[in-house]
């Protein structure tokens, strides 16, 4: 009731609203009415309604027992039973007739109460109540172990005595009762027979003191209304016994819903985080340097795509690398260290620039250095910067450089290596910083890109390249981020996966794409490093099995554009990033099902260019060995967003791991991707007479934005 209805916007202090409110406050608390309705019109429950509600939810709340039909039947008839009440007969071997389906069923069984009587719903209830003094094993100490194989999440229950002696009893999916004793089978705080705590204090009854099975306390907080369940570490809750007495179905959304829910969460959350520990791209001149091997200087990456600047991004010097490749000092290509317009440019082994003709009559194979990653990454992330400001081109540019040389491992590449290469990139960050000195300019460093590992393949174990890439990161932050640019937050790093046909099985079960492992690791547990992805997606020269697997000009620029994406979220947006990538593997006799963090949901399976060749393997890039060899895998599926489930033609034998993407049978490679749209800031190129390989004539590719689906890393990860 509204006597005036002015319709005036909220917050109002017209005497009307303010009458209006006062009368409608009045009905909304003394009417008896179940609703009311406000001045703008809403209908809001009254005190009255709310009354209603609760007594209602109170009678819904609990079961009524009864010791036989008869006894139900007449409580039903009397009135005695509110309507929708849970209702449970124990004890009583007999049958009737339903009254509402007129089905025989047994007198024992769970009851509710609808409008025409008392409707049977199932037997799931114990044929009789269990004596306390059948418990008294639980005094002892119980040897086994209770394992859960199909879910495999990682919990935390405690059992405790009435003293409040407690034990972890579960924890990683695993309840080892070898270390509980129960001194009389009561839960602390509880009454209890046998009951379960999680690590926050809920608990579940699995007996009560009558000895029938018990329901979830606090189920409100918990958010189900179960006889057993157990909530993992994300909050998700799985229910293995109903309400009703019912074990857990086995479909997919009972083995694997929970999971998948748990793991979209974790992908969010990855999102959600904010990056407060290093710096923004606000200096005049934001550097971007690249460091590493091969693939980061452009090898091969003929002919140069980025030929033009669009926007007010610089170099040191004519180009992005040095002038002498291997020196332990820098020098600049054409011999000025002033800024000039970074372009892409093709240079020959001996480090002479090469006219377009010349770089068209290049026989296939030839080792000229092209297109690199800086240009792409430079020009891609300024559009995005641009986009986000709202200007055509922001006055602050970008540098690009390219330090890296060819066929080194991470020791020659470190600083004090003899040549100390290390110098020409600690000279390559002065020379920039110089130039923006000398114009009254700010300067940094945004973001330091590594990519290397392929040399340290044959003989550098996981923990040695760690250590090695923990100390390069450490020296590039004191003598370059701190020792050149002088800034107060360090920069990011952002790196590949090494892999493709670079990647190496090893000589182990445990050994398999170390460097791989090593570099995902590593960047997993320093929150400044990023892993972009991995390469072997991507177009690549590798056209036979002498070639030496770099990139071509558009594979080269196609990475640069996903680092690029990667270095807007983390520098620009200061979110979270982690590449998609395996959460943790779970077996359950010949099933083996993987959790992933995918950044932009679904999975997909797609096919990975091999050099021009988009190419599928039957199992996806997966390969499971144990210790008698290879397993066969007779199917695999991807289940909801984030699970790919793998069936195996035999049982496990002895230690097993799983891989993706290794060396022997997918060279490197794999089908998995997620379902990221963002488009990417450049296309895909390819003009006749330039240079370029006639099979980089790919017409679902040509003109078209590079896609940017994240690829999943390699891993090789222990399942038994």
Known sequence: MTTFNTGNPLGSNSPKDLYDNAENLDNGINGAEKTWRDRRGVTRKSWSGIETDFQQFLADGSTIEFPSWAAASAAAGAGQIPLNRQVAVIGDPGFHTDPITGATVPNSGRYVMGSAGLEWRSADVLTEKADRSDLSTLETKLDNTVRTVALDIPYEVNFADEDGYTDKGLSEGIIDLKTVMLANSTLIGTTGAFSLIDADGYFVDVVDPTGVAGLVRDAAAVGLNTSLSIQDDDGYVVELVSPEGAVAQTDDASLYGVRNSSNLDASRRVGAQINSESTAVAYDYTHF????????????????LSKTQPYNNVMVGGSVRQSSIGSASFSPVGGSSAFQP?????????????????????PPGNGA????VAEGLVNSL??????????????????????????RTIAQLTKGASPNIWNVLVGHSQAAKANAVSAGKSYGIGAFLWLQGENDYPSTTKAAYKAALSQLWSDFKVDVAGGVAGQKLPPVMLMYQTGASFTSDGNGLDTALSIGQAQLEYSEENSDVYMVGPVYPYTDKHTSPAANGHLDPNGYRWWANLAAKVAYRVLELRQGWKPLSPRKVVTAGRTISIDFHVPEPPLAFDKPYLSYTATDFPDKGFTVRDSVGVVPISSIRIVFETIVELTLSRDLVGSAYIRYADKTYHDGNGCLRDSDSFVAPDRYVYQVGTGQYPEANIAELVDKPYPMHNWCVAFNLKIQ
């Open 382 to 407: 300024k559009r995005l910067h641009n986009l986000r400001k709202g200007v055509v081109d922001d006055p602050i540019a970008f540098v690009a450089s390219s330090s890296g040389v060819g066929g």
């Open 369 to 372: 250095f092209g297109e690199t």
């Open 289 to 304: 340097p690249v460091y590493g091997q091969s693939l980061s200087n452009g090898t091969e990456g003929w002919p140069a």
């Open 342 to 362: 970074l372009v892409a440019n093709v240079m020959s082994t001996s480090m002479a620039v090469l006219t377009d003709a010349e770089v068209a009559a290049l």
